[in-house]
């Protein structure tokens, strides 16, 4: 008979994101990121390609970045709505990490199953940081999927992309929690 991690099962049963808007100072400090991204680098890496890498964005990188979203917006022909959005993501946050998918060349692991390494690592990341008692938010936005935008902002390599940028810091608002989906409605059990 299995002996149950309680806490940890009733922390996944209620965890939940806080909006990025709400996270505020203080941030983790170096030594408490490094317990975070040790816990977000613990995810199913078929082959240990370690297909994922983090990059942690101070402040002041996060302003340099917001400045370069309304240029990059513009020449794509973004909704000035959307661009302002997408500048408040970068210019209002304290500090974030950008999980970056970097899948290696091979033959043995498929490439999705590289990107779905890099997915969870952005999960047990934004978990870690919820688990640690800060908020935390996993955001992408149209700029985190445009090449020029990442090359830029970011440093990709050309076969690199971003999995998700995980704003962290410490929770100013719970806000209400968002309707769940039903379990009946999502799963079906084949017996044969």
């Known amino acids: 008979m ?4 309680q806490a940890a099962l009733d922390f996944l049963l209620t965890r939940r994101s806080y909006p990025a808007r709400t996270l505020t100072c203080p941030v983790p400090r170096e030594a408490e ?10 995810v199913p890496d078929h082959g240990k390609l370690e297909p994922w890498r983090f990059i942690v964005l101070s402040k002041l990188a996060l302003t340099r970045i917001a400045g370069l979203v309304p240029g990059r917006g513009a020449a794509l022909n973004i909704d000035p709505e959307k661009i302002a959005k997408c500048v408040a993501q970068y210019a209002d946050a304290d500090m974030a990490v950008v999980v970056v998918a970097s899948p290696k060349p091979t033959d043995k692991i498929p490439a999705l199953e590289q990107t779905y390494s890099a997915g969870a690592a952005c999960l047990s990341l934004v978990n870690a940081a919820l688990a640690a008692g800060w908020g935390a938010n996993w955001l992408s936005g149209w ?4 090449r020029a935008f990442v090359t830029e902002a970011f440093h990709l390599a050309a076969h690199e992309s971003v999995a998700g940028v995980i704003h962290i810091g410490s929770i100013s608002a ?4 968002r309707p769940r989906p039903s379990v009946d409605a999502v799963t079906t059990w084949l017996t044969a």
């Open 33 to 42: 990121l490094r317990v975070l991204l040790s816990a977000a680098s613990r």
């Open 143 to 146: 700029p985190s999927h445009d």
């Open 2 to 5: 299995p002996i149950p991690n």
């Open 174 to 177: 719970v806000p209400p929690d």
